[in-house]
């Protein structure tokens, strides 16, 4: 009797999973995108129902009718940033799922790191955990943002049964998860930062952020092609996509949003980074054309994408 295959081979790019290699994806057309990893046996899924009523007695969810539901714009919670808040469409939206991507180094910690002392401060409950970081070097970092006065807490783990048990206990209103690369479950035989592991530690904090109505941000370092590491579908399931882009070497940084279910994807934020942190950049024109000829008899400006020079 043949024994059962204990690998399968995954699609980089959306996820695909397959018990042979392809060259070229049958789901998504990319070529040379599968990888063979590990796999084990998952646990039945809870479902968002089940985290919402696992600390209450078990019920069944019914359907409502749409106009019974009401949402205001007073109902986002402000970052304190206001660019930031620009890109997130106004603010944060409780129960949503928010992916950060950037280049290692390039501050994607160091701003959510001012947003959670804003919000901390503020009174709201803020949980900032690492999984890249000791608490002394997150420490090391806030010190040079401000003195911490609020309730924010740290936590330095990368099991995410640990971080699910903790969550649904507690239930802080605003989640940083430092990085999704570094996040692991015992239940499935591949190592962090996989294409199994990115897939199925976000479809938890997934369920974790619609069940207990907590907002959730996970960092994501970028490959060479500029693209968040793992599985394509992870910036499907998650509501909105950032990515901080800028010369890490430079002091200037942008932040886009290339996916938001809550609002517009045609804003940017422009930060400088400063010994202090990262401080926003209020009026941009100023600095795109500061490098212009003086007393010239005309000038002209204009805005174009460099990938369509010739």
């Known amino acids: 009797m043949a024994k059962a295959k204990n690998t399968a081979f995954f699609c980089k790019e959306c996820g695909y999973e397959s018990a042979k290699w392809f060259g070229q994806c049958p789901a998504c057309k990319e070529w040379n ?24 007695a078990s019920s069944v ?34 129960g949503s799922l928010v992916l950060v991507g950037g280049d290692p180094g390039i501050g994607k910690s160091t701003l959510l790191l001012q947003m959670c002392y804003n919000i901390s401060e503020a009174g709201r409950d803020v949980l900032y955990i690492s999984g890249e970081e000791s608490l002394k070097q997150i420490k090391l970092r806030a010190d040079r943002i401000g003195r911490f006065n609020g309730t924010l807490k740290l936590l330095c783990e990368t099991n995410l049964d640990n971080i699910e048990d903790i969550l649904t206990r507690n239930k802080p209103e605003v989640v940083i998860i430092d990085s999704i690369q570094t996040m692991y479950k015992d239940d499935v035989a591949a190592a962090p930062g996989s294409v199994s592991q990115v897939r199925e530690t976000t479809s938890v904090l997934m369920q974790l952020a619609k069940g207990l109505n907590i907002t959730i941000f996970i960092v994501g370092h970028v490959t060479k092609e500029g693209t968040v590491a793992g599985p394509r579908m992870l910036e499907h399931m998650v509501d909105t996509v950032l990515y901080f882009e800028g010369d890490r070497y430079a002091s200037y940084r942008i932040l886009r949003g290339v ?5 517009s994807t045609n804003e940017i934020g422009v930060f400088e980074m400063q010994q202090s942190g990262l401080a926003e950049v209020e009026n941009p024109s100023e600095y795109m054309l500061n490098g212009r000829p003086e007393n010239a008899s005309g000038q002209l400006l204009c805005a174009f994408l460099k990938e369509h020079v010739l």
Do not use: C
């Open 33 to 56: 995108t599968f990888v063979e990893e590990p796999v084990g046996k998952s646990k039945s899924a809870k479902g968002i129902a089940g985290i919402s009523h696992r600390a209450e």
């Open 259 to 263: 996916k938001n279910r809550f609002g």
């Open 61 to 94: 969810p019914v359907p409502v009718e749409i106009n019974s539901v009401s949402f205001e714009e007073n109902d986002r919670t402000s970052t304190g940033i206001t660019e930031l808040d620009r890109v997130l469409g106004g603010g944060i939206v409780a």
